[in-house]
């Protein structure tokens, strides 16, 4: 651990608040971390949302920097890709990544909290006041206000540096919202989700090294492993067929119709007792702007930048958050002021995209996994990835397996998406054109645009990707100080 410096305060014990408090205590300060909760190390009660996440990249390289990668591994199983279950009993399975086998990581919430919340105490000497919740907040004083749940006294705190790690609903952020020219949108999409589980000895029917999905296009079903065999279910449905379905026959007869093979999985019991009685919970995405607030205090996690789960990015991406700020300290060597300000100009954007790519990826799972033009589409990305690993990368493998910028990733998907498209033109006008004896390759090679208006296509603008040795630079070198070339893939 380094030398002692000032204090931090942390509010919000969730996942990425006591990934930080670790992080910053690591780095000698002296951290308390306030959370409005009873300490869930003693208590086992669920806190509401999913039972288990899928952790991949992102958060593996957050969690090493904090010597915890191994730690927290140990109590995972690990998913080497999507099984995927047709309505009509078919399954087939989408390997992750088909080059390298990386695999995503399930794991119980409440075991990576505790251990989190155990590492930040006893190895790092962070300070945990449990059952206090921040109220309020005078910005301009720097003056934090948490009411002690149980005596219900209000304290003030105040600290050089204050990080609002305190979910999609902050506190903190509806205070910073009060402020001029703070900008603030919330996105309920019309789906929510319940939970179900599937007992070990059910679960020892399916793979236990692979993430279940039934998508059925306007609702789908996960299913994801725990270490003792059993599975926990995910329905994510409307809330509008939720509410139809009302009783318990209901219930079973739209799991005959839609998901035959997950009644046995499931028992009979839990979907005509159990189901019924569940309430669905919403899903919300979150975008802010900026993340900051002067000098002091900056929202990190769910409180900048809640995202529907989709991609199951939300923690990946708020364990990216603690690591962009642990470069951002050593970069501009702890001035808070600059960090903060940083953090907001480097990680704003991409947040946003990865925000907009989990909406997008509930088509994909729901819909798309189920077009023959989708599967078609991942094996020429998985052939070409095969031959050109460095060069193409898929969407998936990107935001999953590396840590290149959200927003590069969805760039470099538009690069691959006008080469396969130009492919496809190129394909479509030599069965038209061949035969008439014009000077085909003379066309591929060609940039001009009467020749690409023979085809009848306006002029394509020039399809960009970042250069490769981009690709795989930590992140900050990436974006502090550095425009980046840029070439075209024509050139
Ligand atoms: P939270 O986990 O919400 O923690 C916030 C903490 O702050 C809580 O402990 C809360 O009690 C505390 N708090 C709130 N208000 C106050 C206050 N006023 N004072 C003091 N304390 C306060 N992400 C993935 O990466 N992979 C997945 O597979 C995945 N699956 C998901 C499935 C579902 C169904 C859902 C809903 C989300 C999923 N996510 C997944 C997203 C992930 O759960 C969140 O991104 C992650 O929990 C964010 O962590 P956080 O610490 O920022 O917020």
């Not at 789908?220 to 065999?229: C, E, F, G, Q, R």
């Not at 493998?397 to 498209?421: A, G, H, L, P």
């Not at 603008?461 to 981009?470: H, I, M």
Request: contains cysteine; charged residues 25%; proline residues 3%.
């Amino acid at each position: 651990m380094a030398e002692n410096k000032d204090e931090v305060v942390v509010i919000g014990g969730g996942l990425v608040g006591s990934l930080a408090a670790c992080l910053l205590a690591k780095r000698g300060y002296k951290v308390q971390l306030y959370e409005k909760r009873k300490d869930i190390r003693k208590n086992t009660l669920h806190t509401g949302k999913s039972i288990n996440l899928a952790l991949s990249n992102r958060a593996r390289r957050a969690l090493k920097i904090v010597d915890l990668e191994e730690d927290v591994l140990a109590s995972t199983v690990h998913m080497k890709g999507r099984y995927i279950h047709e309505i009509s009993g078919n399954d087939y399975f989408l390997p992750y990544d088909p080059v390298h086998k990386q695999n995503l990581y399930s794991i119980n919430r409440n075991r990576l909290n505790s251990l989190l919340l155990t590492a930040s105490e006893d190895k790092f000497n962070a300070e945990i006041f449990f059952e206090y919740e921040l109220v309020n907040a005078d910005l301009k004083k720097g003056i934090l206000r948490f009411r002690n749940l149980q005596s219900h006294e209000i304290i003030e705190k105040t600290s050089k540096l204050i990080i609002g790690a305190d979910g999609a609903h902050s506190s903190l952020r509806n205070v910073i919202q009060q402020q001029q020219r703070f900008s603030f949108s919330q996105k309920y999409i019309e789906h929510g989700y319940v939970e179900l589980i599937i007992k070990p000895n059910k679960g020892k029917l399916l793979d236990m090294n692979a993430f279940h999905l039934w998508p059925r296009r306007t609702f789908l079903m996960i299913a994801i492993p725990n270490p003792d065999s059993s599975f926990t279910v995910t329905l994510f449905m409307s809330f509008d067929k939720f509410e139809k379905l009302h009783n318990s026959k209901l219930y079973l007869e739209f799991f005959e119709e839609n998901f035959p093979d997950a009644i046995n999985l499931l028992g009979i019991n839990q979907i005509i007792e159990e189901l019924p009685l569940k309430k669905p919970r919403y899903l919300v995405s979150i975008y802010c702007y900026p993340y900051h607030f002067e000098d002091k205090f900056v929202l990190i996690g769910d409180a900048a930048h809640a995202m529907v789960p989709f991609y199951g990015q939300g923690m990946n991406a708020g364990f990216e958050d603690c690591t962009i700020l642990n470069q951002l300290l050593d970069l501009y060597n702890d001035d808070f002021a600059k960090v903060i300000e940083n953090f907001t100009k480097v990680r704003n954007e991409d947040a946003r995209s990865i925000c907009d790519l989990a909406m997008y990826n509930y088509k994909e799972m729901s819909n798309y996994t189920l077009n023959k033009s989708f599967r078609l589409r991942k094996s020429l990305d998985e052939f070409l990835y095969s031959f050109m690993p460095d060069i193409w990368i898929p969407l998936y493998v990107s935001v999953t397996f590396s840590d290149m910028k959200y927003t590069k990733c969805i760039e470099n998907k538009q690069w691959q998406d006008n080469i396969i498209r130009r492919m496809l033109w190129i394909v479509a006008f030599a069965k038209e054109h061949l035969h008439k004896d014009l000077n085909f390759w003379e066309l591929i090679v060609s940039r001009d645009k009467a020749k690409f208006n023979m085809i009848g296509n306006d002029r394509i603008p020039y399809v960009r990707r970042p250069p490769l040795q981009e690709l795989n630079t930590p992140y900050i070198q990436k974006t502090v100080g550095h425009g980046g070339s840029w070439i075209s893939v024509w050139s």
